[in-house]
């Protein structure tokens, strides 16, 4: 068994020895996972927990030789500190070793088993998958199509690592005031997404480059291409007319998009467009509905758009109005108060 005192002790939820007993309460607070024990100490695990509206904390130790194997269904991003003692991912192509002080990160795309010795000792953060593959979105102002996939390892010094701990521990610590206050969901929300955008910004991820924006200057054809489609957001220009007018192949401005913009031409024209759509709800004429600014950015499917909108920034164009008007509301009474 370890030494390190738990850091969540206020949080305690269970001391046990029974491999059922601690198996159901780690697919609860975790994920659904198979487990294993293997010769050794017999089991004497402890669990505390923090949970907020997704999102979760749990500080873990089994105390024994244990090997959990994540069902494909887990959809979770899990963040791991290791506090005290040695343990292995095992990966299809390589092994990371969990090293004291550090951060391994397992990825739900990613099928990985994870070993722990008996004094093994972690504390996790458990982030849904589809939140933040939303908060990227919302980032990029973009669709997301590939898998979010964090680097495996990074060690005790690194500014991430760093700011992870000091965030566990602030989040446990405000945990019983929340509770007390009844805080609105609302406020939870922007806590958590707080969260999600600094694991996306300081732990590095296949989408780093892009939220960190692309330094590669671009090719004359692929500036001239950006200009274009800028200029045009309210009726698209078909790929062959703009490879045509920028003077390269189709495959190639395609292939030139993708490699300095990381986006397709198509892509980055509704990338774009639906940034204007999102300024002008905005800052809405006087009277306008959300119909009115669609169709006059050149929209003729406002129910797709609607779907793609609210993929790229949690809420409809709807909501986003109203959310808008509310506020200019309250400050246009609070000048007449004054």
């Known amino acids: ?6 850091l969540l002790q206020k949080h305690a939820i269970l001391r046990t020895d029974s491999q059922e007993v601690i198996r ?20 004497a695990s402890r669990l505390s927990a923090v949970s907020f509206d ?13 090997e959990i194997d994540p069902v494909e269904e887990s959809n979770v991003y899990l963040f791991r500190i290791t506090l005290e003692g040695q343990g292995t991912i095992v990966y299809a192509d390589r092994q990371v070793s969990m090293i004291q002080g ?19 000792h972690n504390i996790i953060v458990r982030v849904p998958r589809h939140r933040l593959e939303q908060r990227l979105s919302c980032r990029l102002e973009q ?31 405000i ?49 001239n291409a950006k200009t274009l489609i800028d200029q045009n957001l309210k009726q698209s220009i078909e790929l062959e007319t703009l490879a045509s007018m920028v003077g390269v192949s189709k495959r190639t401005l395609q292939y030139g998009f993708q490699q300095f913009v990381g986006l397709s031409p198509k892509a980055y024209f509704t990338q774009q467009r639906m940034k204007n759509v999102h300024q002008a709800l905005i800052n809405p004429p006087r009277g306008h509905r ?10 003729n ?5 609607s779907a793609l909108y609210k993929e790229v920034y949690g809420v409809t164009p709807v909501q986003t109005l109203q959310s808008n008007r509310e506020h200019t509301t309250g400050n246009e009474l609070a000048n007449v108060l004054l």
Do not use: W
Not at 1 to 6: D, L, S, V
Not at 290 to 298: E, N
């Open 24 to 43: 159901e309460h780690v697919t609860h607070y975790l994920c659904p996972h198979r487990m294993r024990l293997f010769d050794g100490p017999r089991l």
């Open 175 to 223: 945990t019983d005031s929340l509770n007390q206050q009844n805080i609105p969901r609302q406020q939870t929300k922007l806590m958590e997404d707080y969260l999600y955008d600094s694991l996306l910004g300081m732990f590095i991820n296949n989408y780093s480059q892009l939220l960190n924006g692309n330094p590669s200057p671009l090719p004359h054809y692929v500036k």
């Open 102 to 120: 550090g951060v391994t990160v397992t990825s739900p795309c990613q099928r990985a088993l994870i070993q722990t010795s008996p004094n093994c």
């Open 301 to 305: 499917s406002p129910g797709h758009f």
């Open 54 to 66: 997704q999102l979760a904390i749990i500080e873990l130790q089994y105390g024994a030789n244990v």
């Open 143 to 173: 669709r997301i199509d590939l898998p979010i996939i964090f680097d495996h390892y990074f060690p005790e010094h690194y500014p991430g690592t760093v700011f992870l701990l000091d965030t566990i521990k602030y989040f446990a610590r």
């Open 290 to 299: 959300v119909t009115d600014v669609i169709m006059q950015h050149g929209i």
């Open 1 to 6: 068994m370890g030494t390190t005192p738990f």
